[in-house]
C-alpha cells in the first residue's frame, strides 16, 4: 500500500500488479493446456486457492472490528448529532445518485447494441440446461433474500455480536452508528476511557492490515490464478457480445465518469488519480468483494487523499455494503439482455423501474462475491423474465463481479472524498494529515 520501497526495492504496489498480471498469464496458459486435468485440478485446490484464501481471510478477518471502531468512532468525532445527519443524508444523496447514473448507462449500452437478440437459440438452451441446478438454487436464494418491510426491520439486530457473527453487515453499521451517537451523548469524561480504547483497536487494526497488505502480491496471483486456471473459456466466447457490453458500461464509469467526478471533487487529475488508487482497484478486481476491499478503501481515502479519518470510517463501511455504482449497471444490463434473450419487451416505464430497482437492490447487495445475483433474480422475476434465466450468465458471473467491484468500491472511495470537502476539510494531496478548514 505504501509508496516505500520494501526490502528488496521493488515497491509494494508494483510487486502486486505483478501478482495480478503473472496469475492471469499463468492461469491461462494452464488452463489452454491441462484444462480439467487432474494435476492442475490438484495444483489449483492445494496451492493457488489456499494461498489467495489467506490473503482474502486476512482481510475479511480485520472487516468487524474495523467497521465497528471506524463508524464509532468516526460518529463520535463528528461531536454533534445534527452534523452526522448532515454527513448521513449527502453520503446517501451521493451514493444514490451516482448508482442511478451507472444504471443508466448500463440500460442505454444495452438499448442501442441489443446483445441479447443476437443470442443463437441454441447456445441459450445449452446455457439454460448446464446452469440450471444452479439457477434454481438462485431463485430459491432469491425469494429468502426478499424485498419487504422486513428488510427495513432487519437493519436494526437483536444481537450486535451474532450480526457480525453473521456477516450481517447493515446491522453491524446500524449498531456501530449508534453506539458512536451514544458515546457523544453521555458525558465527556465516561466516553474518554472507550474512545481511548476504540483508537488503540483501530491503529493495530491499521497494522493488521499492513500485514495482509504485505502478503497481496502472493494472495492476487493466487485468486487471479484460480480463476483463469479453472474458467469455462467456452461459455465467454459464447456470450462474449453481453460480457464486452457489461465490461464497456463498467469502463465508461470507472474511467469516465470516475475520471470526471475526481476532478471536479478533489481536482487530481485522472492520471495522478488511477495511480493513486491502483492497490485499490487490484485488491476490489481480485478479491471481488467490496467487504473484504474496506480496509483497503480506508487506507487509500486517509493515507492518498488525506479523507480525515472520521469521515472515511463513516463513509467507506456505508459504502461496502450500500453503494454500488458497478453492481447497479451490471443489473440494469443484465435485465435488459436476459429480457431481449427471452422476448419480452420492457417499454420506457418499465426500464425505469429496471433502474430503480437496481439501485435499490444495489443498496441491499451484500458486499461480497456475488453478493447481488439473488436479488438481480428478484427483479428480472419482478419484470416477468424467468428467473432460471440468470443460469445463462453464471458461467461468466465471476469475471463480471470482479470487474463491477472496481467502480463499487472507487465509488466508495470517491464519496468519501466529496464528504470530507463538502465538511470543509483541506485534504492533503497525498500522506495526508487531518486539518480542518472552519
Ligand atoms: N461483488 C460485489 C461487491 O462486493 C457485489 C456484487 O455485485 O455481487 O461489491
Same mark, same amino acid.
Given at each position: 500500500m505504501s509508496e516505500e520501497p520494501t526490502r528488496r526495492g521493488v515497491p509494494l504496489h508494483t510487486k502486486i500488479m505483478m501478482g495480478l498480471l503473472l496469475g492471469a498469464a499463468a492461469g491461462v496458459t494452464c488452463n489452454i493446456?491441462?484444462?480439467?486435468?487432474p494435476q492442475l485440478e490438484w495444483f489449483t485446490n492445494n496451492v493457488a486457492s489456499p494461498v489467495g484464501n489467506i490473503f482474502l481471510r486476512m482481510l475479511f478477518m480485520v472487516v468487524v472490528p474495523l467497521v465497528f471502531t471506524s463508524l464509532a468512532l468516526g460518529v463520535a468525532s463528528l461531536g454533534d448529532i445534527r452534523r452526522v445527519g448532515r454527513i448521513g443524508v449527502r453520503t446517501l444523496g451521493f451514493f444514490l445518485a451516482t448508482t442511478a447514473l451507472a444504471a443508466t448507462i448500463g440500460l442505454t449500452l444495452v438499448n442501442i447494441v441489443r446483445p441479447g437478440e443476437a443470442l443463437d437459440p441454441a447456445v441459450r438452451a445449452e446455457l439454460l440446461e448446464e446452469y440450471s441446478g444452479e439457477a434454481g438454487e438462485k431463485v430459491a436464494a432469491s425469494q429468502v433474500t426478499g424485498f419487504g418491510i422486513n428488510t427495513f426491520v432487519n437493519i436494526?439486530?437483536?444481537?450486535p455480536v451474532a450480526a457480525a457473527a453473521d456477516g450481517d453487515m447493515l446491522g453491524l453499521i446500524f449498531f456501530s452508528l449508534i453506539f458512536g451517537i451514544a458515546l457523544m451523548l453521555i458525558a465527556p469524561e465516561r466516553a474518554a476511557p472507550v474512545l481511548g480504547v476504540l483508537e488503540g483497536i483501530s491503529d493495530a487494526v491499521m497494522v493488521l492490515i499492513g500485514f495482509a497488505m504485505k502478503i497481496a502480491p502472493i494472495g492476487v496471483f493466487g485468486l487471479i490464478f484460480a480463476v483463469t486456471a479453472q474458467f469455462g473459456f467456452e461459455v465467454l466466447k459464447s456470450l462474449a457480445l453481453y460480457v464486452v457490453m457489461v465490461l464497456t458500461g463498467l469502463i465508461i464509469h470507472q474511467f469516465g465518469v470516475m475520471a470526471i467526478l475526481a476532478k471536479l471533487i /478533489? =481536482? %487530481?487529475?485522472p492520471v495522478e488519480f488511477y495511480r493513486r488508487i491502483r492497490e485499490l482497484m487490484i485488491t476490489a478486481f481480485s478479491t471481488s468483494s467490496s467487504n473484504a476491499t474496506i480496509p483497503t478503501t480506508m487506507r487509500t481515502a486517509e493515507?492518498?487523499?488525506?479523507?480525515p479519518k472520521s469521515i472515511a470510517g463513516f463513509v467507506v463501511p456505508l459504502g461496502a455494503t450500500m453503494n454500488m455504482n458497478g453492481t447497479a449497471l451490471f443489473e440494469g444490463m443484465t435485465v435488459l439482455f436476459l429480457a431481449q434473450v427471452f422476448g419480452v419487451q420492457l417499454d420506457l416505464f418499465t426500464q425505469l423501474i429496471v433502474i430503480g430497482m437496481s439501485v435499490i437492490t444495489a443498496l441491499g447487495? /451484500? =458486499? %461480497?462475491?456475488?453478493?447481488?445475483i439473488p436479488l438481480l433474480v428478484m427483479v428480472l422475476i419482478m419484470v416477468g423474465?424467468?428467473?432460471?434465466?440468470i443460469g445463462l450468465i453464471l458461467g461468466v458471473d465471476r469475471i463480471l463481479d470482479m470487474s463491477r467491484t472496481v467502480p463499487n468500491v472507487t465509488g466508495d472511495l470517491l464519496t468519501s472524498i466529496f464528504i470530507a470537502k463538502r465538511e470543509g476539510y483541506d485534504l492533503e494531496t497525498a500522506g495526508g494529515s487531518e486539518r480542518e478548514l472552519a
Open positions: 493446456l491441462w484444462h480439467d486435468t436494526v439486530p437483536r444481537n /478533489a =481536482g %487530481v487529475n493515507e492518498k487523499f488525506g479523507v447487495a /451484500a =458486499g %461480497v462475491p456475488s453478493g447481488s423474465v424467468p428467473g432460471e434465466g
